[in-house]
Each structure stands twice: as C-alpha cells, then as structure tokens.
C-alpha cells in the first residue's frame, strides 16, 4: 500500500491537473457511470464533532476508481494545536477491491474543492475576466485562489475575511504563488471586495450571507463551496435568483445546498431553476455562459466522485515521481 502525507499529496495533484480530473469526475456522474452515495453522517456529540463517510466508483473511458473518504469535523482542534478538519482516502482497486494507497485527506480535499471551482470557472467565467475576490481566508481560499488563477489570468485579487489578522496573513503568503499575481489585496469591507470583481469565491463556514446582491455586478462568475448543510448560507437569496445556477450534483445540492435549500424554502423559486449540472455542461448537454451580462453561479457541497478521481490522479503522478512511503499490507 502507499501512503500519502500532505506534502507528497500537493506534490502529487496540481492544480491544472486536478482541474481536469474534476470535469472527468462530474462528466461520468452526470452520464450515469459513477456512484457516490449521500455521505453518511456519523455526529459525535461529545467533541461537538462529526465525521462524514462519502464512497464513491467512477467509470470514465479509459479508467476505473473506487475509493473511501473519511472526514471529520472537530471544532475545538485549533485550541489542541490540531487542524479542524481531520480526513483520509482510502483507494480500493476497482477490479479486486484491494487497498491500493491510503492517502492524507485534508490536503486532497482542499485541491479538489479549489479545482471544482477551478472547473467551473473555465467553462462559466467570462473570458477577459481578470478580478478574483475570495471570501474565507482559509485553506480552501487558498485553493480557489489558485484555481480561479489556475482557469483565468488574474490580475487583481480581492481577499475578505472577518478576521483582518488572518485575511493579511493569507495576501502575504498567496501573493506571487504559482499564477497567482502579485497583486493580491486586503479588502475592508465586502463591498470593497466584490464591487470590481469578475469572478467571487465563497469558501467560509457563514450561516448568513458573506456580501450583498447589490455588489455583485452583471457578467459576473459567483462559486460557493463553503455551506454544505442546509442552515448554511454563504450567497444572498437574490444572487441566486438573478442567476443561471449551475450544481455539482443536483440530489446532493437539494439536500445539503442551504445557498439553494433556504431560497427553496422561501418561495423565491423551485426546483427548475437549477440550470444544470456542471457535469451536463461538460457533456454538451447542457449550456454555459450565453452572454457577457449573464450571472452564473456555481455551487458545490463537495461530492465522494471528486476524491476518487483526484485520488486516482495523484497516485499516478505519485508513483512516477517516487513520491510516499510503499508498506506491506
């Protein structure tokens, strides 16, 4: 078996080639050749915590994969010294059901997180889109960070955080990393941050919306992939509204998606206006963007496909690379 630390994990899955493993992953979900079941969610009351099981096998043309994500959420493990979320990826071979590679799961989340935006905004941002704001600055911000950078070339970016400490740490570190510019700004308000921006991340764990419908202007790209339960709301009802919606997995969206479940709820509209699914996009199913005005919104509750696919991807590049630790199992 191989083993994978979070180090070897980046090594082994930039971002341009998870970008391209993600449209592969909502492509055959879309085309009915994958199963991801709704992920199992296991409360652990006395940490105040919770650990998510979320399988998943995925067909393409050329390749199988079957894996095992485990991930928790303990919210009194910063105060430990420990990282809030806690996961792993356990890879099976697809043919024999052996386990093939046990990868850290945190640093493969957040590259996949940032690549299903990083997909999105490929095939939903306007072209000459050079502005990027990103709300969160945590780990996943500085995936999509990366992965809006990754999709379009970037000029500006915009960083807005509630905490301030936190938001000029993250300019300093992200500043100049890869294709991102170095340009990158510490907004003081939402406002500040969205007004100018040609394609807004929401990445941040908010329960009431992170900026203001009148912000965001026409022609803008919006991906959220904070909220993933439904009392959970990173996007204005209005935004929503006023946009072509676009979902990782319609099942999953109407079951966890709060940016679309709360909207639902209050009568703003139904089910239909879910666009389609970034997958059907992908197929030539569905359409993208049709005008340089159009807002389109991308929202992702994070689906087990992803892992599989990004797993698979990174075992590979991991095996030319020489990268892990190979252990008798």
Known sequence: MLILTPADVRKALPMSEAIEAMKQAYASLSDRKADAPMRTRLPIPAHDALSLIMPAYVQNQTSEAL????????????????????????VLEADTGRALALLEGSSLTAIRTGAASGAAIDLLARKDSAVVAIFGAGVQGRTQLE?????????????????????????????????????????????????????????????????????VKPGTHVSAVGSYTPDMQEIPAETVLRAKVVVD???????????????????????????AELGEIILGRKTGRQSDNEITFFKSVGIAVQDAVAAQVAIENARKMKLGQEVEF
């Open 67 to 90: 894996a095992v994500k485990v991930v928790s959420l303990f919210p009194q493990n910063p105060s430990r010294g420990l990282a809030y979320i806690q996961a792993a990826v356990l």
């Open 147 to 215: 992965a809006a950078c990754a999709a379009r070339t970037i000029r500006t970016a915009y960083i807005f955080d509630s905490n301030p400490g936190k938001a000029k740490a993250f300019a300093k570190e992200m500043a100049g990393f890869h294709s991102i510019p170095n340009d990158v700004r510490v907004a003081e308000t939402a406002r500040e941050a969205c007004e100018n921006a040609d394609i807004i991340c929401a990445a941040t764990t908010s329960k009431t919306p992170v900026f203001e419908d009148k912000d």
């Open 249 to 275: 997995a319609r099942t999953a969206s109407l079951e966890e998606a709060g940016d679309i479940i709360q909207p639902l709820r209050a009568g703003l509209f139904d089910e239909s206006h879910i666009h």
